[in-house]
């Protein structure tokens, strides 16, 4: 009988999150360098010819250290998340976005994206515009691939209203219109 064949371990690297002979190919391999010469040493034999091992060390508590003080004294405007394969993932910034595309010369539909970022249920949102202003609203997936509201008609002039009394945890301020691509506060 033959032996049944042992799963393989792999360690990833602490700082991209990349398989760590892989993260040669990372966004970062300067970022990665104090990690792997402390962790996996073996792997990149010419890391420890370049840098000594107490240079190593040194750059990796300066690292350390200023991650752990820049976190304390100063939040993060924006959240970063990695991703398998060293990707970056951006939180998404609170804001309601209302756009107007025109369809057979004559016909408007009103967009509004960003809803749910408040928790607010778009099911929900579709049938109270819908009644609201006596029009066709559903809830669509946009060309992002995330859901977004469409209203039959053009009700650009009383949406912000009905938004911030309908829903009080979205602020005005965070209503947004497109007008010829660019982005404008409704207030």
């Known amino acids: 009988m033959a032996e049944k064949p042992q799963p393989v ?15 040669e190919f990372g966004p970062d391999f300067e970022k990665c360098k104090p990690w792997l010469i402390q962790n996996v040493p073996d ?12 240079d190593a060390d040194k750059v990796s508590d300066q690292l350390q250290s200023t991650s752990i003080s820049a976190g304390s004294s100063k939040p ?23 756009e107007k595309m025109t369809r057979n010369k004559r016909k408007c539909i009103t967009t509004v994206k960003g809803l749910e970022l408040f928790g607010v249920k778009l ?12 029009t066709g609203a559903s809830v669509t997936k ?3 691939e ?3 509201i469409d209203v039959q008609g053009d009700i650009s002039y009383d949406i912000v209203e009905f938004i911030t009394d ?17 982005k404008v506060p409704a207030a």
Do not use: H, M, N
């Not at 371990?9 to 993260?23: F, K």
């Not at 993060?76 to 209302?98: A, D």
């Not at 979205?170 to 007008?179: D, G, Q, S, T």
């Open 9 to 23: 371990r792999v360690l990833y690297c602490g700082e991209c999150g990349l398989p760590a002979e892989y993260c």
């Open 43 to 54: 792997l990149y034999p010419d890391l420890l010819k370049e840098a000594d091992v107490k």
């Open 76 to 98: 993060k405007e924006e959240e970063v998340k990695r991703l398998p394969g060293g990707k970056i993932k951006k939180k998404e910034k609170q804001e309601v976005i209302i």
């Open 123 to 134: 099911s929900d949102a579709s049938k109270k515009l819908g009644k609201k202003f006596a």
């Open 142 to 144: 946009g060309p992002t």
């Open 146 to 148: 995330k859901e977004q």
């Open 166 to 182: 309908t829903w009080p945890d979205v602020p005005e301020a965070a209503i947004f219109f497109i007008e010829d691509g660019k």
